[in-house]
């Protein structure tokens, strides 16, 4: 007796989906057996993610310092620097020039920063140089510029000043700096500076102005070394 069509469609579905699920059997048994995630695999991921983080900031921090070089201002003590302060003098020397004005250009090296760096730590000297810059910033006039050469190297930019005026106001700047006074680590600290002077007029050249100042800044120099290197005294 012949099985009902219903009854032999049933069997051939039936066959059908056993056949399908011995040949997914059969393809999981072929691919191996499933790896399971360890806490080193999380580690490792977390590895990663703090390379990523670092070089991220990397970069940043890469793009900012060349955005301070490009920049005219220094970053620590937010006065021009050395680029931004040979512009200013560029520009006073062509005014000069043209209109037959007339000023001075000093330049001022801190006597002791070393001993106090190497004494107290960079951040110590940093307070240091900020005091100074915020000293002379105080005994110019608006039209006048401070700027910071580099390390422990200022200079000043002053107009309408004749060589006695110009030789005064650098001994003034001397004296500002040498009667500061900081404490750190319960020892009272003094700097000190030492300054040399070139007149600026129409005849005059930036880049040798500041040869000429500079030289004359260790000349100075010279004639202080007599003095104490660093006075340290209890609070």
Same mark, same amino acid.
Request: proline fraction near 3%; glycine fraction near 6%.
């Given at each position: 007796?012949?099985?009902?069509?219903?009854?032999?469609?049933?069997?051939?579905?039936?066959?059908?989906? +056993?056949?399908?699920?011995?040949?997914? %059997?059969?393809? @999981?048994?072929?691919?191996?057996?499933?790896?399971?995630? +360890?806490?080193?695999?999380?580690? %490792?991921?977390?590895? @990663?993610?703090?390379?990523?983080?670092?070089?991220?900031?990397?970069?940043?921090?890469?793009?900012?310092?060349?955005?301070?070089?490009?920049?005219?201002?220094?970053?620590?003590?937010?006065?021009?620097?050395?680029?931004?302060?040979?512009?200013?003098?560029?520009?006073? /020397?062509?005014?000069?020039?043209?209109?037959?004005?007339?000023?001075?250009?000093?330049?001022?090296?801190?006597?002791?920063?070393?001993?106090?760096?190497?004494?107290?730590?960079?951040?110590?000297?940093?307070?240091?140089? @900020?005091?100074?810059?915020?000293?002379?910033?105080?005994?110019?006039?608006?039209?006048? /510029?401070?700027?910071?050469?580099?390390?422990?190297?200022?200079?000043?930019?002053?107009?309408?000043?004749?060589?006695?005026?110009?030789?005064?106001?650098?001994?003034?700047?001397?004296?500002? /700096?040498?009667?500061?006074?900081? %404490?750190?680590?319960?020892?009272?600290?003094?700097?000190?500076?030492?300054?040399?002077?070139?007149?600026?007029?129409?005849?005059?050249?930036?880049?040798?102005?500041?040869?000429?100042?500079?030289?004359?800044?260790?000349?100075? @120099?010279?004639?202080?070394?007599?003095?104490?290197?660093?006075?340290? /005294?209890?609070?």
């Amino acid at each position: 007796m012949k099985k009902p069509k219903r009854a032999r469609a049933a069997k051939a579905k039936m066959g059908r989906k +056993t056949s399908a699920t011995r040949s997914k %059997t059969a393809a @999981k048994r072929s691919a191996g057996p499933r790896q399971r995630r +360890t806490p080193a695999d999380g580690a %490792t991921d977390t590895t @990663k993610a703090i390379i990523r983080g670092l070089r991220s900031k990397l970069k940043a921090a890469e793009r900012r310092v060349a955005e301070l070089e490009a920049a005219d201002t220094d970053f620590l003590l937010e006065i021009p620097n050395r680029r931004g302060f040979e512009h200013a003098l560029q520009r006073a /020397v062509a005014y000069m020039k043209r209109y037959r004005a007339s000023g001075a250009l000093i330049v001022l090296d801190v006597d002791r920063l070393k001993p106090i760096n190497d004494s107290f730590g960079h951040a110590a000297g940093d307070e240091v140089l @900020k005091a100074i810059a915020a000293t002379l910033t105080r005994q110019v006039r608006a039209s006048d /510029v401070v700027g910071r050469l580099g390390g422990d190297e200022f200079a000043l930019l002053l107009w309408n000043l004749s060589e006695t005026d110009a030789m005064a106001k650098a001994a003034i700047f001397e004296q500002a /700096v040498d009667e500061l006074s900081f %404490t750190f680590r319960g020892q009272q600290v003094t700097a000190g500076a030492s300054a040399g002077v070139a007149l600026l007029g129409a005849q005059s050249d930036a880049r040798r102005a500041l040869e000429e100042a500079d030289a004359a800044m260790y000349v100075r @120099k010279a004639h202080r070394r007599h003095e104490p290197r660093i006075r340290l /005294v209890s609070s």
